[in-house]
């Protein structure tokens, strides 16, 4: 069984996308009724009607426990007080049917965050239907698919007369316009719930009464100011964002508001006719990303980022606010729709490569690289000298981007370690990403990050980083000391330094390094097997493998150091985890030759001075015990070896 919500306005043909493909109204009737999928209206509320299938309030009834949670009283117009939002209502939904295979939304604002739900648009619906991706048993699979399955006319129909209303009339609006909902007389509590019930639509008309009379006003955005609402002694207002750009945004009294519509159908395209200029259209493609960011082409805005063959060298003050505007609506569109802005890779390429002030082209590869890392790869060589920039957003963009394409394929960050170790070592808020990017580009090529090494040193030894990027920084040189154990030598007493951290990340990363330095250099390690014995006998599990076999490493070349741990490495020969018991014979069985031969002998090394110290046949009884009685065979193997050293030191008796 597959759940489907769908959404109206502008993916139902009833109201559909002007440049897109619609699910027919058909189609989800006869999900609805003739299949045993469950079918559910999430946007305009129409859509429940004209369908006959269970809407929002139809949805929230079954959650009686949670009804006045979600919508509140039912007001004196028949409206509920409140609305749960789009994505809550998808919650809601699914937990009626936690025994579907599949859950689908339908809709032209992007969902697919959220969990558990496969989102379409419905231009993309529909052929995905008739493929079968969907589901193989709906009764559209095998329907012809024109022109390779989509319907992408991306040219705007034909106006009247090819200019805007000359009256102020918005996109939305006008001979051209659809109305989809209307609400007189609003409060602010009905108003709220109008705007919820209608988020998304392209934009909004205005009626309001004024000394000079009644005015129309045509906005992209209505937004209500929750604080006027709760100041009694002030009228309630609503936040205007006007589609024209000539105008500023500004604020109304609900009180003063005679109707709302809210109105859709004709390309948001449209706009540009309010601007001659490439200037005036990018900002009001702009205005329009802040608002309705899947309504904007971009296509469009591509076209705003060309230089036409007449600029003049070095461009005009008014081409570069055409660029950073264009530049500004692509980034607002990115973080909405960042697979969409696959195109303007090129152009983002050349505008941070020609600079000075990209910041927007950095952020929007950022976004890009973190939905499609392979396709913003090939152009890293123009993201990496942003890791240097003046600008910290600018730093920051680019130290992101470069840890998308890390995570993805490390070996696409290779060329930019030197940059990114520049960030590591400057700090701010950039050094995290920085550390993180050369963590993940340390984990398959230690060798590219060996020259960096001492950088990565200094953030560990930095008490004001954080615990996250001190284990970064760790992990990172960790990878590198694996290879080259000598680099990790100059930075041993600094890591040892948070083998007392209360994080257990860190702690096991600081004490795994200091084991690949004791691998060639045990006798720096020497001196810290106090510190690795407190650790050995930590409720960590890690922790104690860790610990265990660095106290193995030293013991074997420094035995006479290694006895400092020789109670705790006892204690934990009964530890749970079986790399623990085995480490821990191993080590005993090279430290016991320093011991006392019994509790009443002089022994020849510093372990005799301390009385506390458990004398050689102890420790060798001990092992024997583990050898007969451990279940593990590495263990009592383990052991058994260890006593044949004990032996082979002790010489014929």
């Not at 890690?542 to 030293?554: D, G, W, Y």
């Amino acid at each position: 069984m597959t759940v489907f919500a769908f959404d109206r306005d502008w993916t139902v043909d009833v109201n559909p996308h002007p440049n897109r493909q619609a699910v027919p109204l058909d189609w989800v009737r006869t999900l609805a009724h003739e299949t045993a999928h469950p079918v559910y209206a999430i946007g305009n509320q129409d859509l429940a009607d004209e369908a006959a299938i269970p809407g929002v309030v139809d949805i929230v009834g079954k959650h009686p426990d949670d009804w006045g949670a979600w919508l509140g009283d039912k007001r004196p117009d028949g409206r509920y007080e409140q609305f749960p939002q789009r994505r809550e209502r998808l919650a809601l939904i699914a937990e009626l049917h936690p025994e579907a295979s599949d859950y689908v939304v339908v809709d032209d604002l992007d969902l697919s965050d959220v969990d558990g739900w496969d989102h379409y648009h419905a231009w993309e619906f529909v052929p995905a239907v008739k493929r079968g991706d969907v589901h193989p048993g709906l009764p559209w699979v095998g329907e012809p698919l024109p022109d390779g399955g989509e319907q992408l006319d991306d040219s705007p129909p034909p106006t009247d007369n090819g200019s805007a209303d000359d009256s102020g009339g918005s996109p939305t609006a006008g001979q051209s316009g659809l109305v989809i909902a209307t609400l007189d007389g609003p409060d602010p509590a009905s108003l709220s719930t109008f705007l919820d019930e209608h988020d998304g639509v392209p934009g909004y008309k205005l009626t309001i009464a004024g000394d000079d009379g009644r005015a129309v006003q045509s906005c992209y955005d209505l937004d209500v100011i929750d604080c006027s609402v709760d100041r009694p002694e002030s009228d309630p207002l609503v936040w205007c964002t006007p589609v024209r750009e000539t105008e500023e945004r500004f604020h109304a009294s609900i009180d003063d508001i005679e109707q709302v519509t809210a109105v859709g159908g004709t390309p948001p395209d449209l706009v540009l006719s309010y601007g001659e200029r490439p200037e005036q259209r990018a900002r009001v493609l702009r205005r329009l990303a802040e608002d309705h960011p899947h309504a904007v082409r971009v296509p469009a805005v591509l076209s705003l980022l060309e230089t036409p063959d007449d600029a003049p060298p070095g461009g005009t003050d008014e081409r570069h606010s055409c660029i950073a505007e264009s530049l500004r609506a692509l980034s607002l569109v990115a973080a909405e729709r960042p697979a969409d802005c696959v195109p303007a890779l090129p152009a983002l390429e050349r505008v941070l490569r020609e600079g000075p002030a990209a910041g927007d082209a950095v952020k929007t590869m950022r976004l890009v690289a973190e939905a499609r890392p392979a396709d913003v790869a090939a152009r890293v060589g123009a993201v990496v000298p942003w890791l240097t920039a003046e600008e910290t957003f600018e730093r920051c963009e680019a130290t992101r981007c470069l840890v998308a394409l890390a995570e993805a394929a490390p070996t696409d960050a290779v060329d930019a370690v030197d940059p990114l170790a520049s960030v590591a070592r400057d700090g701010g808020p950039c050094r995290p990403y920085a550390v993180y990017a050369l963590s993940c580009v340390a984990a398959e090529f230690p060798d590219a990050v060996e020259p960096v090494a001492e950088t990565l040193g200094g953030v560990v030894a930095d008490d004001a980083a954080s615990d996250g990027v001190r284990s970064n920084a760790l992990s990172a040189l960790g990878r590198v000391v694996g290879e080259h154990p000598g680099v990790g030598v100059p930075v041993v007493d600094e890591v040892v330094s948070l083998f007392d951290s209360d994080t257990a990340t860190p702690r096991n990363n600081a004490i795994g390094l200091v084991g690949d330095v004791a691998k060639r250099h045990s006798d720096v390690v020497a001196s810290h097997v106090a510190a690795l014995a407190g650790a050995v006998t930590d409720d960590d599990t890690t922790t104690q493998i860790n610990a265990s076999v660095t106290l193995a490493r030293v013991a074997e070349d420094a035995p006479g150091h290694a006895t400092v741990a020789a109670n705790e490495l006892m204690t934990v020969l009964e530890a749970d985890h079986e790399e623990v018991r085995r480490n821990a014979c191993r080590a005993l069985g090279q430290l016991a030759a320093a011991l006392p031969d019994d509790a009443g002998s002089d022994g020849e090394t510093v372990a005799a001075d301390d009385p506390g110290n458990p004398d050689r046949a102890t420790v060798a009884a001990a092992l024997e015990h583990r050898q007969q009685a451990d279940e593990a065979v590495a263990v009592s193997r383990a052991a058994e070896q260890a006593l044949g050293r004990i032996r082979s030191a002790e010489g014929p008796r």
